[in-house]
């Protein structure tokens, strides 16, 4: 059954019929009531990136297979996600904050994924992303030598990935403008083989849209698109293109008759945007206050070899100054000796 659209008069009548309803939309910004009232009329599509859209579309409670395939797909091999696992376990204090995970899954094959969305281009996104691969990594250290006790072997570590999906990717990631998947796999240079259980694998979404330009090659292009793409049209395409996608395009168009649970989930995206926002900016701050005191570092040792530089010549001119002085004096002394004798030979001359 097809949904009617929504007229933006329907909308606004519903949302001022519900004082929550009301407060909620006119506490967002302009730019977010527009958005809300594009999608709810059918003109803008759901924005998944967003934190509470992209569980909604792939809560891997409700459809584990959306994952799995998405996951087989970035990773290159196939896999089934288990279950979800809590976002609780270790958390790394970072300077008053937590990190904490967005969707983390076990595979039946015992691995285990972090798919972490990022709005915004964080500082250090490699440190970061190693951070939650650490941290996971540890979870699943304790939790598995927990269950198997003196039976635990190393060999019972699985693989942990850690997918990061970025809306707007950092200087990194444009200065390789042909590129937005980019995976990583530790190795030694010398060609030693060894296992590590870490991956990790960055998805520039922004840099998809500039390569790809609307254009759908495959499966894997299709989901990129699902994920980067705020045109209705482009879902209808890759629906009627792959089956897989006709659920989730379906299941949209429904929910934007749900204005209450459309207006809820947009609220808690912007609430989660502006934390995310404040601690860019806490982060932005911690990096040039390092820059500045790197700088001031820098000027402090300058200064002391100056200083030393200065004392050096200070010494150097206190000796030639020393040196001048006892020149003076014997010359002084000469003189003197000079006045003496020809004092003498006047005396004799008389």
């Not at 297979?65 to 609780?88: D, F, H, M, T």
């Not at 790394?92 to 994924?113: K, P, R």
């Not at 989930?265 to 502006?274: G, N």
Request: glycine share 6%; hydrophobic share 35%; charged share 35%.
């Amino acid at each position: 059954m097809k949904n009617e659209k929504l007229t933006k008069e329907e909308v606004l009548r519903r949302v001022s019929a519900d004082t929550w309803m009301e407060a909620a939309y006119h506490s967002m910004p302009k730019e977010w009531q527009d958005r809300f009232l594009r999608f709810c009329t059918g003109k803008g599509g759901l924005p998944i990136t967003y934190d509470p859209f992209f569980k909604k579309i792939f809560d891997p409670e409700i459809c584990p297979e959306r994952l799995s395939r998405l996951l087989s797909l970035v990773l290159g091999r196939k896999l089934k996600v288990r279950r979800a696992l809590p976002n609780e376990g270790t958390r790394i204090l970072e300077e008053g904050s937590l990190l904490i995970m967005d969707i983390v899954v076990e595979m039946e094959d015992g691995s285990i994924a972090d798919v972490e969305i990022q709005k915004i281009p964080y500082c250090f996104p490699g440190e970061r992303a190693a951070c939650y691969s650490a941290d996971l990594l540890m979870r699943q250290y304790l939790r598995v030598k927990g269950e198997k006790g003196k039976r635990f072997s190393y060999r019972d570590i699985k693989t942990v990935y850690t997918v990061v999906l970025l809306e707007k990717s950092g200087e990194p990631f444009q200065e390789i403008p042909g590129a937005w998947l980019h995976k990583s796999k530790q190795g030694f240079d010398t060609g030693l083989k060894m296992e590590f259980p870490q991956r990790f694998v960055f998805i520039a979404l922004d840099m998809f849209q500039r390569v790809s330009q609307n254009k759908v090659k495959g499966e894997l292009e299709a989901w990129m698109q699902l994920l980067s793409s705020d045109s209705p049209e482009v879902l209808f395409r890759i629906a009627g293109k792959y089956p897989v996608f006709r659920e989730i395009y379906e299941e949209i168009e429904a929910f934007r008759q749900d204005i209450g649970g459309v207006l809820n989930m947009f609220s808690d995206a912007l609430r989660i945007l502006d934390r995310n926002t404040v601690q860019l900016m806490i982060d932005d701050m911690n990096e040039k206050m390092e820059e500045t005191k790197e700088k001031l570092e820098e000027t402090k040792e300058k200064l002391e070899e100056t200083k030393e530089e200065l004392e050096g010549a200070k010494g150097k001119v206190q000796k030639q100054a020393d040196e001048i002085k006892k020149q003076a004096k014997a010359l002084e002394e000469k003189e003197k000796k000079i006045k003496e004798l020809e004092n003498l030979l006047k005396g004799k001359d008389h």
